[in-house]
């Protein structure tokens, strides 16, 4: 069974930085379009970053110039470097992956995370 599993979030004062991860496990044959979202109390879960199977990526205006997504593909590997933290950065942040389980190319299928937190103050 294919699981997305995150960690490396915490506790980071304003201006800290954060490196997130996420791995896929499991019979994969595949992995498209990977992300990052985030969702903080009482706010609809947004879009952070996207990246490609090709490395392409995207971010929220947000987060621009601080935040970096990066892929090992090797690994079945998302990261997410979050740099110069502000307290409006804390949420639970989610990875998103749209993948190919098994060992032959099917139907690509849309997997979450659990969520790991992320909590920035003084």
């Known amino acids: 069974q294919v699981q997305l599993v995150e960690s490396g979030g915490g506790l980071v004062q304003p201006g800290g930085s954060l490196r997130l991860s996420c791995a896929a496990s499991?019979?994969?044959?595949?992995?498209?379009?990977m992300a990052w979202y985030r969702q903080a109390p009482g706010k609809q879960r947004e879009l952070v970053a996207t990246?490609?199977?090709?490395?392409?990526?995207t971010y929220a205006d947000s987060v621009k110039d601080r935040f970096t997504i990066s892929r090992d593909n090797a690994k079945n590997t998302v990261y997410l470097q979050m740099n110069s933290l502000k307290p409006e950065d804390a949420a639970v942040y989610y990875c998103?992956?749209?993948?190919?389980?098994?060992?032959?190319?099917?139907?690509?299928?849309?997997?979450w995370g659990q969520g790991t937190q992320v909590t920035v103050s003084s």
């Open positions: 998103n992956a749209d993948l190919q389980p098994g060992t032959i190319p099917w139907r690509t299928q849309n997997y």
């Open positions: 499991g019979t994969i044959f595949s992995i498209n379009d």
């Open positions: 990246i490609s199977k090709g490395g392409s990526t």
